[in-house]
């Protein structure tokens, strides 16, 4: 059974503090995903990794970093916290997709960052 | 510029009817189409898939529909019950990469 986990559910930080989360995968997955979601905007990508070491930005990489030392883990920095970063934010791990099909994406359970 | 929409934030349907979530985009490269469902406090989980050389993948009571001159898919769900009141994204692949696109989500309320 795949298992996506992350480092908190819930964190409140304040502003101008730098913030990790942490995202864990047990599937040997190559893929790694940064997603946030907000009402009305749906889920958005904001960093990808196909490989360790490897990262590519998503739609909304402003403001955010992201780190890749081993396959299994996957770490989303905001390097200096503001409010308009209080979000939900999901890491996703797949497969590669092969040109013959298409690899589901598999999801952490999210977490809910205030920043005040 | 939103390529993938669902324009009904919200659908209220009672249980046993059925249930027709809908979704439009707009890029012709989208080469798959899911569907996740999410409940409050847990992540997305996939529901089903459409690969963009069929018009119709069905799945127990999930049935998908792609309509590719109209560039709109729809997810059928019937019987609805309670358990499926959740949030619906849909979702759409850009051919040759692992991405994928998300909609804004319907939130469907299966009422007893």
């Known amino acids: 059974d795949v298992k996506v986990t992350q480092s908190s559910r819930y964190l409140v930080k304040r502003t101008g503090e730098k913030v990790f989360l942490e995202c864990v995968q047990d599937?040997?997955?190559?893929?790694m995903f940064w997603y946030r979601q907000d009402p009305g905007l749906g889920l958005r990508l904001i960093y990808f990794?196909?490989?360790?070491?490897?990262?590519e930005k998503g739609d909304i990489p402003e403001g955010y970093s992201v780190s890749r030392e081993k396959k299994e883990r996957f770490s989303l920095i905001l390097e200096s916290a503001s409010t308009n970063q209080t979000s939900m934010y999901l890491c996703?791990?797949?497969?590669?997709?092969?040109?013959?099909?298409?690899?589901?994406?598999?999801f952490g359970p999210g977490t809910r960052l205030l920043v005040l | 510029d939103q390529q993938v929409k669902q324009n009904s934030p919200s659908l209220s349907v009672q249980e046993g009817r059925i249930s027709i979530l809908n979704c439009d985009y707009t890029?012709?490269?989208?080469?798959?189409f899911l569907w996740y469902k999410k409940y409050p406090a847990e992540g997305p989980t996939f529901l089903i898939s459409i690969s963009s050389i069929k018009d119709k993948n069905e799945d127990g009571r999930f049935t998908v529909f792609l309509n590719k001159s109209a560039k709109h898919l729809s997810l059928h769900i019937v019987p609805s019950q309670p358990g499926d009141s959740a949030v619906y994204f849909c979702a759409a692949s850009v051919y040759n990469t692992d991405k994928l696109i998300f909609g804004t989500g319907t939130r469907l309320q299966v009422f007893p």
């Open positions: 599937m040997d997955h190559e893929n």
């Open positions: 890029n012709s490269m989208f080469d798959y």
């Open positions: 996703a791990s797949s497969f590669p997709t092969s040109g013959m099909s298409w690899e589901t994406q598999y």
């Open positions: 990794s196909y490989d360790v070491k490897m990262k």
